[in-house]
């Protein structure tokens, strides 16, 4: 895996303005950090195939400003996702909550399938997201949506010219790990609230 492109600019790892290990997780996930991080997620797209993944992208960008409605409505109650969620719940209103909980399932699915890749160095993209996609995304998805997934994960490009693009390896799996670590928490967060009844 590279560390620098051929033409001298930034890689996707390196242009990132929040990555996912500047996100403080205690006592609560920042919500400002974290969705300036989601925002460098759905750049990733670009890379994967812009045109394939382009309602990939307009869903978590709609939902990430979902979030950013609901912050700039209730900045007070908003510093953590969880305090966020939390209030907007007891107000009797879900936006924000139901949007948080698809914006965690498509870093899901974007994690698992990059982790799966990196663990099968043989295997290729498509195979890895197809994986990560029965996992994540799919179950939640109807017909019509799989269909467009189908055929948005078969345009994903080969290995030899994603990882290129992305950076150096370690870097890739430092910023994996703390995606990870932040929608796991995230995971148990809805979890231990029964999805706060969505």
Known sequence: MAESSSSGTKLF???L???FQDVNTSPGVDTTSFLKASEGVVGLFDILGSTSFAPVK????????????????AAATSGT?????TVE?????????EGLMWLIRGL?????????????????????????????????HNLIVK???SVALKATPYRKDFYPKIGEEQKIRDWLE?????????????????????
């Open 58 to 73: 307009t869903d978590m960008n709609g939902n990430i400003e979902k979030l950013r409605k609901r912050q700039g409505a």
């Open 147 to 149: 269909g467009i997934f």
């Open 178 to 198: 703390a995606l990870e670590k932040v929608v796991g928490i995230m995971q148990d967060f809805y979890k231990e609230n029964k999805n706060f009844g969505l």
């Open 108 to 140: 899901d699915f974007t994690a698992k399938g990059i982790r799966h890749n990196l663990d099968n160095p043989n295997e290729e993209l498509a195979v890895s997201f197809q994986h990560a996609y029965g996992g994540t995304l799919r179950p939640h």
């Open 81 to 85: 996702l969880q305090e966020l969620v």
């Open 17 to 19: 303005e929040v990555p």
């Open 89 to 97: 719940k007891a107000e009797g209103k879900k936006e924000a909550t």
């Open 13 to 15: 790892i390196d242009k």
